[in-house]
């Protein structure tokens, strides 16, 4: 059975940096990719970044790019997202997810087509005080 984890959420001012970590049991992790998303209370979901099973290929939502950097190692099934000049609009709940299918990589369409991903974690809580 697949189990996906997300852990590094906190609280944070205005300003501040933030990394996430998700781990993967279950799966090759290596041959997956995955992905961020958040959801802020009374919003929807939001696709925030994305990464290729190897780690070559990144994309990034508009509102966080410049500021986060996902990241992988393959090495330790780990994956991280680096959260810098963090915002109140930031706040959210944040979701890992890995792809259904093993070796391939949907870029930016993840972010419309979230169910794409067929594994996800129970999120880790980010807040940004202003």
């Known amino acids: 059975q697949v189990q996906v984890v997300e852990s590094g959420g906190g609280l944070v001012q205005a300003g501040g940096s933030l990394r996430l970590s998700c781990t993967t049991t279950g799966l090759t992790f290596e041959a997956y990719s995955m992905g961020w998303f958040r959801q802020a209370p009374g919003k929807e979901r939001e696709g925030v970044a994305c990464i290729s099973w190897g780690g070559s290929t990144k994309d990034y939502s508009e509102s966080v790019k410049g500021r986060f950097t996902i990241s992988r190692d393959n090495a330790k099934n780990v994956m991280y997202l680096q959260m810098n000049s963090l915002k109140p609009e930031d706040t959210a709940m944040y979701y890992c997810?890995?792809?259904?299918?093993?070796?391939?990589?949907?870029?930016?369409?993840?972010?419309?087509?979230?169910?794409?991903?067929?594994?996800w974690g129970q999120g880790t809580q980010v807040a940004v005080s202003s």
């Open positions: 997810a890995a792809d259904r299918f093993p070796r391939s990589y949907y870029g930016v369409n993840y972010f419309h087509n979230p169910q794409r991903f067929g594994h």
